[in-house]
């Protein structure tokens, strides 16, 4: 497979963003599906984005910006998606042309909700795309570290791993390396539970758990990721690797992280919806702990940090009450 020809970045948020910045490092001009015509002409008018990273300023010359979901599809050989997966499913039902000669690459860490499907999966039912054109992005990389150049890394991976090769090109400059694997599902997986451990650990950090606990937690989590991924899909991996531990690790820490922000928020003594309305952007692990929770009634993993956010966010369990009895469970 050549490189992936016009490629369209789909979606105008920061992660959307910082895609676009790295993709116009590599390669001569983009298209950019941005649902809202007022956030297309403010950009054009500033050269920047208007709602999100406004540092990262664009040459608008290299642009072609859309506002119509089919006619970006149309002109474009490979697809970027980015938008937060609770909304996913909505853009989507606006989509009339085919995709099943497109490339799509995801780059949301989320599943689409009432479905439980992951992305991939969903482009590959619903829209029949070949799952060897199905490509996640993965990997401890925060949108605003790239806004800032600072040297960060991201895992490519593709059931077809020569395809993964050929689009890594893409997203390889000066601040930024990658690396290819075949680990499609145990990656977008990771992706979804590294944010529900990211609002534990905020939950933790907001009620003044500190350091020594947070490690021994983020231990945990670990270990419990391990056991759900390899109990979904056995593929050898290693969770040690920094699409895995990493992206938790950053996740976790990070004050760029928005779950861990929204779980600190809660730690703190906000209610659930009122954390939620305080956001200013989506924070998919309230989503990901219901959805990954229903999944897991299939495979019966033990996911004690898991049920415990679960009993917090959706059973409006004290949060000191279920801290503390998972402390318990913890070695």
Same mark, same amino acid.
């Given at each position: 497979?050549?490189?992936?020809?016009?490629?369209?970045?789909?979606?105008?948020?920061?992660?959307?963003?910082?895609?676009?910045?790295?993709?116009?490092?590599?390669?001569?001009?983009?298209?950019?599906?941005?649902?809202?015509?007022?956030?297309?002409?403010?950009?054009?008018?500033?050269?920047?984005?208007?709602?999100?990273?406004?540092?990262?300023?664009?040459?608008?010359?290299?642009?072609?910006?859309?506002?119509?979901?089919?006619?970006?599809?149309?002109?474009?050989?490979?697809?970027?998606?980015?938008?937060?997966?609770?909304?996913?499913?909505? =853009?989507? $039902? *606006?989509?009339?042309?085919?995709?099943?000669?497109? #490339? &799509?690459?995801? @780059? %949301?860490?989320?599943?689409?909700?009432?479905?439980?499907?992951?992305?991939?999966?969903?482009?590959?039912?619903?829209?029949?795309?070949?799952?060897?054109?199905?490509?996640?992005?993965?990997?401890?990389?925060?949108?605003?570290?790239?806004?800032?150049?600072?040297?960060?890394?991201?895992?490519?991976?593709?059931?077809?791993?020569?395809?993964?090769?050929?689009?890594?090109?893409?997203?390889?400059?000066?601040?930024?390396?990658?690396?290819?694997?075949?680990?499609?599902?145990?990656?977008?997986?990771?992706?979804?539970?590294?944010?529900?451990?990211?609002?534990?650990?905020?939950?933790? =950090?907001? $009620? *003044?758990?500190?350091?020594?606990?947070?490690?021994? #937690? &983020?231990?945990? @989590? %670990?270990?419990?990721?391990?056991?759900?991924?390899?109990?979904?899909?056995?593929?050898?991996?290693?969770?040690?690797?920094?699409?895995?531990?990493?992206?938790?690790?950053?996740?976790?820490?990070?004050?760029?992280?928005?779950?861990?922000?929204?779980?600190?928020?809660?730690?703190?003594?906000?209610?659930?919806?009122?954390?939620?309305?305080?956001?200013?952007?989506?924070?998919?692990?309230?989503?990901?702990?219901?959805?990954?929770?229903?999944?897991?009634?299939?495979?019966?993993?033990?996911?004690?940090?898991?049920?415990?956010?679960?009993?917090?966010?959706?059973?409006?369990?004290?949060?000191?009450?279920?801290?503390?009895?998972?402390?318990?469970?913890?070695?």
């Amino acid at each position: 497979m050549k490189l992936p020809g016009k490629i369209a970045i789909m979606g105008g948020g920061s992660w959307a963003t910082a895609l676009a910045k790295i993709v116009l490092s590599t390669q001569d001009s983009i298209n950019w599906y941005m649902r809202r015509p007022d956030q297309v002409e403010e950009f054009m008018l500033l050269g920047h984005n208007p709602s999100y990273l406004s540092a990262i300023k664009f040459d608008t010359d290299k642009i072609k910006f859309y506002t119509d979901i089919n006619e970006v599809i149309k002109e474009s050989n490979t697809l970027i998606f980015a938008t937060p997966s609770p909304f996913l499913k909505q =853009h989507l $039902m *606006k989509v009339t042309t085919s995709m099943k000669d497109k #490339f &799509i690459i995801s @780059a %949301i860490k989320g599943i689409v909700p009432d479905e439980n499907m992951l992305v991939a999966d969903y482009f590959a039912e619903y829209y029949d795309v070949p799952i060897d054109n199905i490509a996640v992005i993965g990997g401890p990389c925060h949108a605003e570290e790239i806004a800032l150049e600072r040297l960060s890394y991201i895992t490519l991976a593709c059931p077809n791993i020569e395809n993964a090769k050929a689009i890594a090109p893409v997203f390889k400059n000066q601040y930024l390396n990658n690396s290819c694997c075949k680990d499609v599902t145990g990656i977008e997986y990771a992706s979804v539970l590294k944010n529900v451990y990211a609002i534990v650990a905020g939950i933790c =950090h907001g $009620m *003044k758990y500190g350091d020594n606990f947070l490690a021994v #937690f &983020i231990c945990n @989590a %670990i270990e419990e990721m391990r056991n759900f991924l390899n109990a979904v899909h056995g593929l050898e991996r290693d969770v040690t690797d920094s699409v895995y531990l990493g992206d938790l690790l950053v996740t976790a820490y990070s004050r760029f992280s928005r779950n861990r922000t929204f779980g600190t928020m809660i730690g703190k003594g906000y209610s659930v919806k009122i954390a939620q309305l305080e956001m200013e952007m989506i924070a998919e692990g309230y989503y990901g702990t219901k959805c990954i929770r229903e999944i897991n009634e299939k495979y019966k993993v033990n996911m004690p940090i898991l049920d415990t956010l679960y009993s917090i966010l959706y059973e409006k369990k004290s949060p000191t009450t279920a801290i503390r009895q998972l402390t318990e469970t913890f070695k």
